[in-house]
RNA sequence: GGGCCUAUAGCUCAGUUGGUUAGAGCGUCGCGUUUACACCGCGGAUGUCGGGGGUUCGAGUCCCUCUGGGCCCA
């Protein structure tokens, strides 16, 4: 702790918070503070791979939460040493950004649109709700989302610049860039080449709404009314009663499935029954899937109602029958099994009918036919839905690329879920929450989506001589060739005329998911393939910091990524935050209208203010939203300030010493002897990952510091209105107090980041955040023979004289005639060590003994003694 | 239905491998305008540690069970 001092310390007149957060991070800025040292080699590094926060909109509280811990945690690193790789990103392709440039613009692609050089929007943030959406082609559609993207990105980072964090803003990336769309290509094609990325045609999850795919790691279940129709099949045997919550599938049924082991229609497996209206023959058949309790026990499977069918078409070989579209309305063709004329002209009814409609006129179609029995019976059920959309997903089938993951091959699976043993997890239980996931999936991961704001597959199609698209052995572009847009770019030997000629070639329509970009910020932030030396000096990472709930995506797609490209884990260990609840205990959403925005919260109470709120909580534990909080992080800052002032002021004009052999007097040296056992436990706390109690730890000394520590050494630091205090006493007082401020700054420095700064610049060179953390060895040097006991025994016996006048109604500078303190027998010695001190901070004029007590159960200190009479008020 | 977390003062939370009388801050009540601090200081009161059972010399802490809350997955 070699930290050049100033000459003189700079003290304010009138210490305060305000203005202190554009002051110091212009400053950091500035000087460069944060940077990252390059050359340094990678056992000195510490590398973080932050969550790029969705450029779309506002910052959420949960964001300042949460960035808070990354950003403490980055701080202790880098005052241990470590030079501390901590990039910010922004992610800005995918649909959030499309959504709000919609809303914002009033704009909607239509891909059948040239390319507009001179478009305007025709809004900016005023649409009016009757505007009906302009038209606009894709490639102004993206740059209209770029537009806005960068404009986002800038408050964003305004606000993480006011909040304080040590982000190296030099090092920003986008998910969107150049780069980003390079990395996520290379890393597709490397994935293309390896046979881990594959097209296929599937049964896939769609939204109707947002005409896209969606992964299993978008879905959501959500309780929706529903109701059971019963609706009779006929057979040779007579009718066959079912109950389906969708019977407007009816046109799309396949089979009837029952549970193998239910007696009630184990004699119908093997057997054909016969649809009502259509009049298409079905087989009966046994799955143990098949729940005996839901409905009538026996269900029809369509093509596709549920993913349920999808597991019964696959496992029991069932054919096709589609009759939704992606528009999600009634196919214009019907299946080829309805044959009949009846069936063919009920079908004709449904065509183009929404799912909703279709079920409305199915319902009337079979009451005229006599097969629905009884009403509908209503019921509540889980249905599947994209999480970010709002009408229920549809089956199609459809062609989609896929990435393997695990979903569908054991030993993929099993080394996955034995990465996640791999990661050191903080807090330990969320390895489940990766295992149970891993564990759970039933498919590969959905790769393409029908985006228009993403990165595009670097692949193109050849065409035969008909024009119909040939899908196998796709035409890729070189690596060095990338980032292209199939799109607009050519592939080798083909000429921009053949694109959508028989013969010739088109490129592949979709975007890659987000998630196939984000699952890629270790290698885009760390320049993978394009600076291998750094690449090497950041990865793999230290730590990855996140929310818990995208474990399941963001964590584990990087998982996924890292372990095909380079056999091994992105980084050593996941840091998990919890959630920011409301005062109900409720999840803080957008939808919930329960947000506060953060950059109002910083300007009033002050960015270290709500940092300790943050700070003040665990790892992966979800914390109330409480500005009662925020409000103590400023009275503590604040605190920070007028103690720092009283501390320095005692230099006057000559320089600040820091010399441990000035401490001689027994409490000086008790209370840095407590103090440091507050530094290693804080250190070993901020080891495992622990910042609230690093930060509880250092709390807790600071207030018994000044509560108790400052009142008692007051005077004699002042040097001594009651005269015969000796030089070396004024010195031990004033040489503990600075160690203690020098320590306590460098404590409190990764929590309230501006405070300290504030204070460390009154009368330090640089910057207490490139100071080295505190070590115990100076701390304890200058306490030498130091007894911690005598800290809280001397609080005790002040607590204790202090009572006195309180109950006696007094000002606490009433002044005792003289006082006898009885304590606890051991702790005599204890308390006559400070009685010069305790004599002068509880105003005894007279004599000050201290006597045992004789009182068996007195934990309290017996105060005997008289007060003086208070002083008259002066008149002014 | 399966998994994970959680329950401590009116509130928000600590309580480290089991060990004296369970702590902090807020709030509340009372006192006090003292030159570090009115964005203040000092002091007081406040708990069947969710319920029940068990292990142990000893349980807020370990085990079982029930109940409430939250989340993830079916």
Known sequence: MTEPLRPVAQVPEKPSLDGLEDRWSQAWGENGTYAFDRTRPREQVF???????????SLHIGHVFSYTHTDCMARYQRMRGREVFYPMGWDDNGLPTERRVQNYYGVQVDTSLPYDPDFTPPYAGDVPKKHRPTPISRQ???????????????????????????????QTYQTISPVAQQTSQRAFLRQLARGEAYQIEAPTLWDVTFQTAVAQAELEDREREGAYHRISFHSADGP??????RPELLAACVALVAHPDDERYQPLFGSTVTSPVFGVEVPVLAHQLADPEKGAGIAMICTFGDTTDVTWWRELNLPTRTIIGRDGRILAEPPAAIASAEGLAAYERLVGL?????????????TESGD???????????????????????????????????????DLRESLVKRGKEITWYPGH???????????LTGDWLLSRQRFFGVPFPVWYRLNDAGEVLYDDPLVPTEDQLPIDPATDVPEGYTPEQRGKPGGFAGDPDVLDTWATSSLTPQLAGRWERDPEFFETVFPYDVRPQGHDIIRTWLFSTVVRANAEHDCLPWHRAAISGWILDPDRKKMSKSKGNVVTPLGLLEQHGSDAVRYWSASARLGADTAFDEGQMKIGRRLAIKLLNASKFALSFAGDSQVTLDPVAVTEPIDRAVLAELAGVVDKASTAFEAFDHARALELSESFFWTFTDDYLELVKDRAYGGEAAAVSPEAIASARAALWLSLDTLLRLFAPFLPFATEEVWSWWREGSVHRAAWPTSDTLRLAAADGDPALLPAAGGALAAMRKVKSEAKVSQRTAFVSAELAVRSGQQALVAAVAGDLKSAG??????TVTTSTDADAGAIGVTGELLPPEPKQPK
């Open 430 to 440: 969320m390895e489940s929450r990766y295992e149970n996931w891993v564990d759970g």
């Open 354 to 366: 929404t799912v909703f409609s279709a079920q409305k006129t199915m319902v009337e179609l079979l």
């Open 140 to 170: 102004n559609f993206v740059e209209l989302c770029l537009t806005l993207a960068a404009e986002d990105e800038k408050s964003f980072e305004r606000v993480f610049r006011y909040l304080g964090l040590s982000v190296d803003w030099a």
């Open 843 to 848: 105003r005894v004029a007279g004599e000050l």
């Open 240 to 245: 066959v009663f079912i109950e389906t919550t």
């Open 47 to 57: 590398s973080i791979d932050t969550p790029p926060p969705t450029a779309s909109g």
């Open 372 to 410: 629905l029995h009884g009403e509908p019976r209503k019921i509540s059920h889980p249905v599947k839905f994209f999480e970010k959309g709002d009408k229920p997903l549809e089956i199609v089938s459809s062609r989609q690329w896929y990435v393997r993951n695990g979903g569908r091959d054991a």
